[in-house]
Structure formats: structure tokens, C-alpha cells
T-cell receptor, first 112, second 115 residues
Framework: GENVEQHPSTLSVQEGDSAVIKCTYS??????FPWYKQELGKGPQLIIDIRSNVGEKKDQRIAVTLNKTAKHFSLHITETQPEDSAVYFCAAIYNQGGKLIFGQGTELSVKP | GAVVSQHPSRVICKSGTSVKIECRSLDFQATTMFWYRQFPKQSLMLMATSNEGSKATYEQGVEKDKFLINHASLTLSTLTVTSAHPEDSSFYIC???????????FGSGTRLTVV
């Protein structure tokens, strides 16, 4: 069935360190994998996404990698800052043009 | 960029009453909109997929008679929580997909409290 697993559920790092969050998906037909940042009381904000024809994508301090064979993708944040503290969700699209299924979320805490 | 406006941001209602939440795509046409529910410290759970001009598709376990969805135009979808009960209290979030694009844009969410 449709399933996205995300780990870890909580992650605490020191300012300046890197943070890595990992997700696996179940549907080999999934072809779009976005990452969202959600702050308390707000809707999710897209921070980066990757399509299945690409193995890696980078945007300044944020990068995403995709391994289609293993059906997993990861978010990498380098040089973390306190304002990076939030809940991060991975997601995968099921049924092309259809629904977006979310992972369980990772609460990232960046300590000054 | 694509903007989705969701209203109201907060609503408190009495048990047994109905509440309507609006989701509008402001600068693009959205043939498909999605409604999610999020409980504290949990992930977004898809409730239903709303297609313009047709009936919504509900996820398993979601009561279609309780959560009425209307997608009357390419820029507006509404979710009505009927006969609300305290257990319906949650954060409801809509999302719209730009026609022909891959991106999904989310609204800012509605905090529903049923007393």
C-alpha cells in the first residue's frame, strides 16, 4: 500500500553541524519527492523537491538525494542555524498526478 | 509563485454545528485540491482528493457524509465539517496542484476547535 517511512522522529544538532533525515517509500512508480518545513501553527512550506529522473539536487545549504533502486531519499542540511529548527516532512506522490503521502515528520532542533 | 489562501485560520464552534473551510488558489488554476488533517505532533493525513466539477474521492476511514467537499471552480474548494464533535478538533490543511505542474502548494491551515 501507500507508505512513507521517515527517520529519525527527533533530531538535535549543534549550530553549524549537518542534519540528515531519511525516508523510504513503498510504491516503485512514485516519481516526485518533495520535502516540507512546518513551523508551529502553519502550513507546510516546500523547501526542496526531486523528481525520479535525478539522483541529487542542491539548493544552497539544502540537498536531497534519491536512490530509486532502494526506494529511499534523504534531506541534507549543512551549516545548520537556529532558524532551521522546525518539523520536516518528506512526501512521495502516488498515482501520477495524484495524492501526496507524507512521512511521519522529524522535529529538528538546532542548538546555538 | 503559486499561492493558496485558506480561511478561516482559526474557528471555534459548538458541538453539533457545521463549519465551512475555504481553500482558494490565487494565481493559478487547480484542477485538483487535497484536504489533510493533522493532529498535534503527528503527520498530515490525507482525507480526500477534490476534483473540479466532480465528486471528491475520500480516503479509507474518512466519513464522506461528515466531511463534505465541494470543488465548484478551478480556484475554490470547500470542506464542511458537519455536526462537529470535540474529536473533530484538529488542524485542517488544503493543498492545490497547479495544472500541468508537479508542485503542490499548501494553505496556511485552519485550527478547528469544537467545544
Amino acid at each position: 500500500g501507500e507508505n512513507v517511512e521517515q527517520h529519525p522522529s527527533t533530531l538535535s544538532v549543534q549550530e553549524g553541524d549537518s542534519a540528515v533525515i531519511k525516508c523510504t517509500y513503498s510504491d516503485s512508480a512514485s516519481n516526485y519527492f518533495p520535502w516540507y518545513k512546518q513551523e508551529l501553527g502553519k502550513g507546510p512550506q516546500l523547501i526542496i523537491d526531486i523528481r525520479s529522473n535525478v539522483g541529487e539536487k542542491k539548493d544552497q545549504r539544502i540537498a536531497v538525494t534519491l536512490n530509486k533502486t532502494a526506494k529511499h531519499f534523504s534531506l541534507h542540511i549543512t551549516e545548520t542555524q537556529p532558524e532551521d529548527s522546525a518539523v520536516y516532512f518528506c512526501a512521495a506522490i502516488y498515482n501520477q498526478g495524484g495524492k501526496l503521502i507524507f512521512g511521519q515528520g522529524t522535529e529538528l532542533s538546532v542548538k546555538p | 509563485g503559486a499561492v493558496v489562501s485558506q480561511h478561516p485560520s482559526r474557528v471555534i464552534c459548538k458541538s453539533g454545528t457545521s463549519v465551512k473551510i475555504e481553500c482558494r488558489s490565487l494565481d493559478f488554476q487547480a484542477t485538483t485540491m487535497f484536504w489533510y488533517r493533522q493532529f498535534p505532533k503527528q503527520s498530515l493525513m490525507l482525507m480526500a482528493t477534490s476534483n473540479e466539477g466532480s465528486k471528491a474521492t475520500y480516503e479509507q476511514g474518512v466519513e464522506k457524509d461528515k466531511f463534505l467537499i465541494n470543488h465548484a471552480s478551478l480556484t475554490l474548494s470547500t470542506l464542511t465539517v458537519t455536526s462537529a464533535h470535540p474529536e473533530d478538533s484538529s488542524f485542517y490543511i488544503c493543498s492545490a496542484r497547479n495544472r500541468g505542474a508537479y508542485g503542490y502548494t499548501f494553505g496556511s491551515g485552519t485550527r478547528l476547535t469544537v467545544v
